[in-house]
C-alpha cells in the first residue's frame, strides 16, 4: 500500500495562490491514479482534480477548472496542486488520493492539509 502525505496548506488571503504537495512512499506515483479531494465543514468530499496513471486522462471539477493545475514528478514520487486566484469557497481539508489501475475506488488516502481563504 502506497503511503501519502500532504502539505502546503495554509491561511492565504482571496486571490492567492497555494501549491499543494503529495509525497508518496511504498509504492510509485506513476503506477497509480492519483487525485485530489476536498471536504469543505459541513459539506461532503469532493473530487477536485484526478489523472491517470498513464497521465493520459485529467479531470478538474467545474468550481476549480482553469484556476488549479495538478502535476506529477516521478523523479521526486510526488503529485502537486497548484491553485490560483483562491477563492473563500476554496477553504476545506485537502486530501491527496491513489488507487491502482483495477481498484474501482481510491483506496490510499493522506492525513489532509487545511486551505483557509480569507475573503
Known amino acids: 500500500q502506497v503511503q501519502l502525505v500532504e502539505s502546503g496548506g495554509g491561511l492565504v488571503q482571496a486571490g492567492g495562490s497555494l501549491k499543494l504537495s503529495c509525497a508518496a512512499s511504498g509504492g510509485t506515483v506513476s503506477t497509480y491514479d492519483m487525485a485530489w479531494f476536498r471536504q469543505a465543514p459541513g459539506k461532503g468530499g469532493e473530487l477536485v482534480a484526478g489523472f491517470t496513471s498513464s497521465g493520459s486522462k485529467i479531470y478538474y471539477s467545474e468550481a476549480v477548472k482553469g484556476r488549479f493545475t495538478m502535476s506529477r514528478d516521478n523523479a521526486k514520487n510526488a503529485v502537486y496542486l497548484q491553485m490560483n486566484n483562491l477563492k473563500p469557497q476554496d477553504t476545506a481539508v485537502y486530501y491527496c488520493?491513489?488507487?491502482?489501475?483495477?481498484?474501482?475506488?481510491?483506496?490510499?488516502w493522506g492525513q489532509g492539509t487545511q486551505v483557509t481563504v480569507s475573503s
Open positions: 488520493a491513489a488507487r491502482l489501475k483495477t481498484s474501482v475506488n481510491y483506496d490510499n
